[in-house]
């Protein structure tokens, strides 16, 4: 069989195997997704006007895959849209070369080669300064300095101090202005996440990579390149047979009644601190058991978009080391982006603070009211258990410590998901979800 340099060693050897008995023919997925079949994206709920009228200009009338799969929830689609084309289109303290060559820094620390590839081409199109594509050091210090801040937000953001942003806004050739480091913190914080939701989702490449100039040759292969067909299909067998957990209906009607309890309960939770502590010291050893193992074993290949990346072996690491008594973390009580970061960043990059509150909000409050086939079901206890579950995995806690991570914790099926996506971000390789649930 032809070409099987281009798929992983447990899935030549299934070939080898089954090749004695037949001829194999690699089945690639189609559609804006490996995880989600087209047909389902297609018949999504319709867009507004004025999402379709960002989609025109934008895309000239044709969706990338990432637009396309993000359409399943049209409302977070829609303030997504507005945020975006705002920190990258509009008037803003950064020059436009700039936003793209940050994006595509925030992307390749989490070596997202879909999101490098279209803003590698984004910046080629702007026409100047093109020779910073062929890798960090050569462009200026000045984008060279952020790459400290860039590989702390986007691993281990519970190590940032306020010393990191002085070395940043200090008096001298290569200082950053407060504006201008906010929006560029901002396009960080936006394209580590997007790249998040890229893998999270399995986007597929867009068949489509238009040259500019020779620069993605490597950058911007064809769309299938490099990628193994069990990764593609997500599917822990590569003779396409879908993965099934028998126990997913029980497992779900064991959820519900869960959230059903703890609610009656939490009224009743009077713990101190000093009790919430623990549970949270307990939850962050627990969580961490998942996600920890694999990060120091897996070697990661090397990638085109290193180019763009400084220190690359600097990834996600427990942090809770075996033996430190007190492990850095982020008191949530400490910040409040209602109170704290709206104001600072909108006083100063005028109006994109509306923009962030906008879409956090959109994102916190989305729900179909459904689980599977069950209809009007209250789901804000496990919207706010993955995203407090999540928060405790990079070392925040909260004060107000309830059960909720508790319920994610206990339903294995949101916990590996997590995990999964967060060591999916930290190396690049899209295989890893292929156990974890669509």
């Known amino acids: 069989m032809n070409g099987t340099a281009d798929i992983c060693n447990h899935c030549r050897n299934i070939i080898r195997e089954k090749e004695k008995e037949m001829k194999m023919s690699r089945h690639i997925s189609t ?53 975006h084309y705002y920190l990258l289109r509009m ?16 992307a390749a620390r989490h070596q997202c080669s879909a999101l490098v590839c279209q803003h590698v081409q984004e910046f080629e199109q702007i026409g100047v300064c093109s020779d910073w594509l062929r890798g960090l050091e050569f462009c200026p210090q000045r984008l060279r300095n952020l790459n400290e801040i860039n590989k702390i937000l986007a691993h281990r953001p519970w190590l940032i101090t306020k010393q990191h ?46 040259e500019v100039n020779g620069v ?47 609610l009656e309960e939490r009224e009743d939770d009077d713990a101190s601190e000093e009790e919430m502590f623990t549970r949270f010291e307990k939850e962050k050893k627990e969580s961490l058991l998942v996600v920890s193992a694999g990060f120091d074993e897996e070697v990661v290949p090397p ?13 996600y690491q427990d942090f809770a080391r075996h033996g430190e008594d007190n492990p850095p973390t982020f008191k949530a009580q400490d910040y409040s982006w209602e109170d704290h970061g709206f104001s600072l960043v909108n006083r100063l990059y005028s109006d994109i603070g509306h923009l962030l509150d906008d879409k956090f909000r959109t994102a ?8 599977a086939s069950h209809e009007g079901v209250d789901t804000s206890m496990l919207r706010r258990a ?15 410590y309830t059960a909720e991570i508790v319920l994610c914790d206990w339903n294995t099926v949101y916990s590996m998901y997590a995990h999964s996506a967060l060591w999916c971000t930290s190396t690049g390789q899209p295989g890893v979800l292929k156990s974890s649930p669509a």
């Not at 916190?364 to 689980?371: A, I, P, S, V």
């Open 386 to 400: 993955l995203f407090n579950y999540v928060h405790c995995m990079y070392g925040i806690r909260y004060k107000l």
């Open 303 to 315: 990638s085109p978009v290193a180019r763009f990346v400084d220190d690359p072996s600097f990834g």
């Open 91 to 106: 008037d803003g303290p950064l020059p436009h070369h700039y936003r793209h060559y940050i994006a595509i820094m925030a």
């Open 31 to 83: 559609g804006p997704s490996s995880f989600i079949p087209e047909n389902e994206i297609i018949g999504a709920m319709p867009l507004s006007d004025s999402t379709v009228m960002f989609l025109d200009e934008e895309f000239s009338g044709r969706m990338d895959n990432l637009t396309q799969l993000m359409g399943l929830h049209p409302h977070y689609l829609q303030a997504f849209l507005r945020c």
């Open 364 to 371: 916190c409050d989305l729900t179909y009211y459904n689980m």
């Open 216 to 262: 993605t040759d490597d950058l911007c292969p064809p769309a299938m390149a490099g990628l193994c067909t069990c990764h593609l299909t997500n599917s822990n067998q590569a003779n396409g047979n879908p993965v099934c957990n028998p126990d997913t209906g029980s497992e779900l009607e064991a959820l519900m009644e869960r959230m059903k309890r703890l």
């Open 165 to 210: 942003i002085q070395a940043l806004v200090k008096t001298g050739e290569h200082s950053w202005s407060l504006a201008e480091l906010v929006h560029a913190v901002v396009l960080l914080a936006h394209f580590h996440a997007l790249a998040s939701f890229v893998f999270g989702s399995g986007v597929n490449p867009d068949l489509e990579v238009t």
